[in-house]
């Protein structure tokens, strides 16, 4: 069978940040005229936007990958990269987009709806960017950020006020054509149609949209048939239209059993919530307003169908109306019929708009305070411990530090040290050489903790000729503990001084870090 296009998964990646750039400034009698490195330019995101030329996923069935625009380099003169293009890609009214794992991350309804999909990288600074009063000659840019990567599942829900339902080649496609200026394939296989036309009904002073979605078969609850993807096309309808076939060549089929074969079908569709507050507002299938179309009352045999089931058909509750699509019969009373349907639910207020789930980037909360900047974990490695440092900041300034750079890399333990790491690290019980991993398994970059702050190792020699280890027969007593412990603490503090006056002195510069978030 066909590829049904309604469901597709889009492979999109952002543009890369563009590096920042070292670069000195030269001038005739002044050889080092100070840093004029520019700044990398930001990588495009990749954005979808919902427009009402765009009906079908089909593009993106076609072209699954797309990628935005590079953000450029910085260059010397203090020039800055352009940034990269953003990439904006139309999709249909009623696309939902999904993670992989089925998670819904936003629910595109209306005109110019959008959703950034793949963020662009930030550009890195140009040493221009990083100099300081301190920091004079920065011998270093940051890198750019590569663009996120994102594989997600787009899959429309087509949003119309009526959809019509019915077996396969009941006539569905030709009543949508007889009533708007759709002009669907039509042909007498079943499952002509795979994905869903949409048309728009002028009834008198009432407009609305009809969506003629593939045939239905029993099962189609259950997947048979492909229904599921069919059935999720009805969700987004506020009203149905029962198209019957009256004329069917199949004996066992006729227009009372289709009906009750479609109505169970509904019945057993769950409609899929997409927000905690829609759940509560969502009408099962079964539960729209609905009525019913009697088709092909054309040909002799379908007139006498309809005679026979027509007044059963009222007796079940609904409104039946005889049609011939073919032969454009009886469709007055059945449009103005279907704008009194939509006006109902209108006035029940169906919802058939959904709030974009926004997705918030997860933060950790410190007790009562402000959100923790990064996580630390004890995890084990080969029977050896290793820390995972995990966090927005500290894992975009790994990315941005070019490790061949000697400067860059402490400009690095710089950022980090402020930010409390490396007093974690000694808080949770780390020893140097210890393995540290900031970021996942997969980008994450490992280092053998070295720290810039000594531990305790001055405190643990004692008067020459004596060996600590071999006094320590007897438990320390809690004053000796005490003594212990004020004595590292010195230790630390002068250490700390001292690369404190480090970078005072411009040794590392105090950057201030925070433009980079
Ligand atoms: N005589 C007659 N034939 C009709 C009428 N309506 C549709 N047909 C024929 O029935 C066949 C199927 O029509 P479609 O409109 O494609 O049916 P459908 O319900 O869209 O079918 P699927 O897309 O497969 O679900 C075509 O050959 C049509 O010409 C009608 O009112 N009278
Ligand atoms: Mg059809």
Not at 168 to 171: E, L, N, V
Not at 439 to 443: A, V, Y
């Given at each position: 069978m066909a590829a049904f296009v309604d469901r597709v998964t889009l492979h999109a990646t952002a543009g890369n940040g563009g590096h920042g750039c070292v670069s000195v400034r030269r001038e005739k009698f002044k050889p080092l005229g100070g840093p004029d490195g520019g700044n990398g330019g930001n990588g495009g995101d990749i954005t979808l936007v919902v427009d009402?030329?765009?009906?079908?996923l089909l593009s993106y069935h076609h072209l699954p990958h797309r990628t935005a625009g590079n953000g450029e380099p910085g260059r010397g003169d203090n020039r800055h990269g352009k940034n990269g293009e953003t990439l904006r890609l139309s999709v249909p009214d009623g696309t939902v987009v999904k993670d992989a794992d089925g998670n819904i991350l936003a629910d595109l309804v209306g005109e110019g709806a959008e959703y950034v999909v793949a963020h662009g990288g930030v550009g890195g600074l140009g040493n221009a960017a990083l100099a300081s009063p301190k920091r004079k000659a920065p011998g270093f840019a940051l890198l750019g950020i590569p663009g996120e990567h994102a594989d997600v599942v787009l899959e429309l829900k087509t949003v119309a006020d009526i959809a019509l339902v019915g077996f396969?080649?009941?006539?569905k496609s030709s009543l949508i054509a007889a009533l708007s200026a759709a002009r669907p394939k039509i042909a007498d296989?079943?499952?002509?149609?795979l994905v869903p036309n949409l048309g728009v009904v002028q009834a008198g002073q009432m407009r609305y949209t009809v969506a003629d979605v593939p045939g239905l078969i029993p099962g189609a609850s259950q997947g048979k048939g492909l229904g599921l993807e069919f059935l999720r096309h009805v969700e987004r309808c506020a009203a149905l239209v029962h198209v019957l076939d009256?004329?069917?060549?199949?004996?066992?089929?006729?227009p009372l059993s289709d009906l009750e074969a479609i109505e169970n079908e509904l019945a057993a569709y769950s409609v899929e919530p997409t927000s905690e507050q829609q759940a509560e507002d969502l009408i099962p299938l079964h539960e729209r307003p609905r009525l019913i179309a009697l088709n092909k009352t054309d040909l002799p045999d379908g007139t006498e169908m309809a005679d026979m089931v027509r007044e059963q058909l009222e007796e079940r509750g609904y409104r039946v109306f005889d049609v011939s699509a073919l032969a454009h019969q009886g469709l007055d009373p059945l449009k103005y019929a279907m704008g009194e349907l939509v006006e109902e639910s209108r006035a029940r207020q169906v919802p058939v708009e959904a709030s974009p789930v926004v997705t918030i980037e997860p933060k950790v909360r410190r007790k009562g305070g402000r959100p923790e900047e990064f996580t630390l974990r004890r995890e084990e490695r080969n029977l050896k411990p290793l820390f995972r440092i995990r966090g927005i900041k500290p894992e975009k300034w790994v990315a941005q530090?070019?490790?061949?750079n000697d400067e860059a890399v402490g400009y690095l333990a710089d950022r980090l040290h402020r930010l409390g790491v490396e007093d974690r690290l000694f808080a949770d019980g780390a020893r140097p050489g210890d393995t540290v991993v900031i970021?996942?398994?997969?980008?994450g970059v490992v280092f053998d903790w070295e720290p810039t702050i000594s531990t305790g190792s001055e405190v643990l020699s004692g008067p020459r000729g004596s060996d600590l280890r071999m006094e320590q027969t007897s438990r320390p007593t809690r004053g000796e503990k005490r003594k212990e412990y004020e004595d590292l603490k010195a230790a630390r503090a002068g250490v700390r001084a001292e690369m404190d006056e480090e970078r005072r002195s411009g040794l590392w510069t105090d950057y201030d870090s925070d433009t980079q978030n």
């Open positions: 009402a030329q765009t009906t079908t396969p080649s009941a006539g296989y079943p499952f002509t149609t009256c004329a069917s060549l199949e004996t066992d089929r006729d530090t070019d490790f061949t970021g996942d398994d997969e980008t």
